[in-house]
């Protein structure tokens, strides 16, 4: 006869009450739909072109507020700028290039299609004072702050 022997198991976590390190730790090693395919509810490779966000830099000043947005592949007639009621908004479409007969692409990651960015600025800018330039792929959009909204020193009599 061979001697049984008794395996003390622990209890089991219960599943309502989670650390908060395996949180993350579990959404650490989830795949991300970006690496399954599925990105904003697209396939890669099929719909993803029409979900491109250029990436914009907001800076402020003493004197104004600065928009810098990368737009690689476009120029100053595929961008549109509005600044109505203290909302700047920055649209425009970057188009694909035209395949030419013989070319055959096995990867095409560069995002096409429209897009489009709102900013709410404070009520504090001079919508009469707006310069815009387009150079080397960045556009820039400089407004200009109200004389109320700058900072003045104050002398002490």
């Known amino acids: 006869m061979t001697k049984a022997t008794l ?13 908060p390190l395996f949180g993350e730790m579990e ?8 690496w ?15 979900a491109w966000v250029p990436p914009v830099d907001v800076q402020e000043t003493e ?4 928009f810098t947005a990368e737009l690689p592949g476009m120029g100053k007639d595929d961008v549109s700028i ?7 908004t920055l649209s425009g479409e970057r188009s694909p290039k035209e395949k030419e007969e013989g070319e055959n692409f096995h990867r095409v990651e560069r995002a096409y299609g429209s897009f489009s960015r709102s900013f709410s600025l404070p009520s504090q800018v001079d919508s009469s004072k707006v310069d815009a330039t387009f150079k080397e792929g960045l ?9 109320q909204a700058k900072p003045r020193k104050i002398e002490i009599h």
């Not at 004197?63 to 600065?66: E, K, P, Y």
């Open 63 to 66: 004197n104004a507020f600065i």
């Open 27 to 34: 959404r650490f090693f989830t795949p991300s739909p970006f």
């Open 36 to 50: 399954t395919g599925n990105l904003f509810g697209h396939r890669i490779g099929e719909d993803l072109r029409n």
């Open 7 to 19: 395996v003390r198991r622990q209890p089991r976590r219960s599943q309502t009450v989670r650390d």
């Open 82 to 88: 509005t600044l109505e009621e203290n909302l700047l």
């Open 139 to 147: 556009l820039t959009v400089e407004i200009a702050k109200a004389e």
